[in-house]
């Protein structure tokens, strides 16, 4: 006696989906300043001393409103403290394309920050990764950025081993 497998129903459909996201004071000063000038912009809450990068409006330890007025210039190396090589098909949901693969993806802590920002990093190699190890933010040129984390295409090692 043969099985015979029936095939799930399914409407295939493709949905338009458009939706504006305000980004608030924040993050439209980080954005601003990193495609006018290629500065990287953190933010300091007042009551605790915390550094928070990427900056954010409320700081989560003390639940103080953080404002423009907080932000400030940082370096644009940090260390790497994790990270992890990408082996897998993944659709980039920027350009709704399947992103090269392998590549490297990282905890990086830039100098002088207390968090931690998630972006790509150039090396794909898990040997020449270590711990701790400087990175520094590759920035596009200025008539190339546009103002979105894009204008950062990933962090490049300083030192290798
Ligand atoms: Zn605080």
Redesign the pocket.
Same mark, same amino acid.
Do not use: F, L, Q
């Given at each position: 006696m043969s099985e015979k497998k029936e095939e799930p129903f399914s409407i295939n459909w493709l949905t338009d989906l458009p939706y504006r996201y305000s980004m608030g004071p924040i993050a439209l000063k980080f954005f601003k300043e990193l495609k006018e000038s290629g500065k990287l912009l953190g933010i300091k809450?007042? /009551?605790?001393? /915390?550094v928070f990068f990427p900056p954010r409006a409320i700081?989560?330890?003390?639940?103080?409103e953080m404002t423009e007025n907080d932000m400030f210039e940082m370096s644009d190396e940090g260390s790497l403290d994790g990270f992890t090589v990408v082996n897998y098909p993944f659709v980039d949901p920027n350009t709704g394309e399947t992103r090269p693969f392998p590549y490297g993806y990282g905890a990086i802590k830039l100098k002088g920050a207390d968090t931690w920002m998630l972006h790509f990093v150039d090396e794909t190699n898990p040997e020449k990764v270590k711990p701790g190890m400087r990175v520094k933010a590759v920035i596009k040129p200025k008539g190339e950025r546009k103002g979105t984390l894009e204008d950062i295409p990933y962090f490049r090692a300083v030192e290798k081993k």
């Open positions: 809450c007042e /009551k605790c001393g /915390k700081c989560a330890d003390c639940m103080v």
